[in-house]
């Protein structure tokens, strides 16, 4: 069946302009979370959406981060005014509720 | 704090050297520990899952193993397709993974 299909699977943008990440999860997967992976580093907790909700926004890492979910499905992550120390991989999971997290391909994003 | 920690970072093997890595790990109320493989330039592929101490999984020539304290991932007779990062994760609640840095593996023909 169809896994987790990220979008761009490159993004590269100069400094202080917004862009939009998109994930579309497994059907019928509930849950679904944003991770960062930066060079050399463990993945990153962001946030996670139960249904449309985002009961955990713990792991932004600034108010330029945000994120919704729409119908229970398609997620799209925002970073405004970009920096450069936003370029990292970002990646993208879903599961149903409690259950094993399945990762999409991710995107590349890198601030110049 | 919850924390999961991976050994060695990198590991070089020759084809059919059979080794293991090692994923520590400090949960409070551990609900699982996953592993993962990633490829470069790809998304984590899932391997196992394990939920108690004892349990072991088998998948070709993969075979992860659970303590209270640390999981295992035994590599027996590895090939250079096996050449991945290997990524731990432990989860104390319904959804929060805690990763580790992953061991780099690289398996020599």
């Known amino acids: 069946g169809a896994g987790v299909s990220q979008s761009p699977s490159n993004k590269v943008t100069e400094k202080g302009k917004d862009v939009e990440l998109r994930c579309d999860p497994i059907s019928g997967h509930t849950a679904l979370y944003w991770y960062r992976q930066s060079l050399g580093q463990g993945l990153e907790f962001l946030i996670y959406?139960?249904?449309?909700?985002?009961?955990?926004k713990s792991g932004l890492p600034s108010d330029r981060f945000s994120a919704e979910r729409t119908g229970g499905s398609v997620s799209t992550l925002t970073i405004q005014r970009t920096q450069q120390e936003d370029s990292a991989v970002y990646l993208c999971?879903?599961?149903?509720?409690?259950?094993?997290?399945?990762f999409g391909p991710g995107t590349r994003l890198l601030v110049l | 704090e919850d924390q999961v920690t991976q050994s060695p970072e990198a590991l070089r093997l020759q084809e059919g050297e059979s080794s293991s890595l090692n994923c520590s790990y400090t949960v409070s109320g551990l609900r699982g520990l996953f592993w993962y493989r990633q490829d470069p330039g790809k998304g984590p592929e899932f391997l196992f899952t394990?939920?108690?101490a004892g349990e072991e999984k088998e998948k070709e020539r993969l075979k992860a193993t659970l303590t209270k304290k640390e999981s295992f991932l035994h590599i027996t007779a590895p090939k250079p397709e096996d050449s991945a990062t290997y990524l731990c994760?432990?989860?104390?609640?319904?959804?929060?993974?805690?990763f580790g840095t992953g061991t780099r593996l690289k398996v020599l023909a």
């Open positions: 994760a432990s989860s104390s609640g319904t959804y929060k993974y805690i």
């Open positions: 999971a879903s599961s149903r509720t409690g259950e094993t997290q399945y």
């Open positions: 959406f139960q249904g449309n909700s985002a009961p955990d």
């Open positions: 394990l939920y108690s």
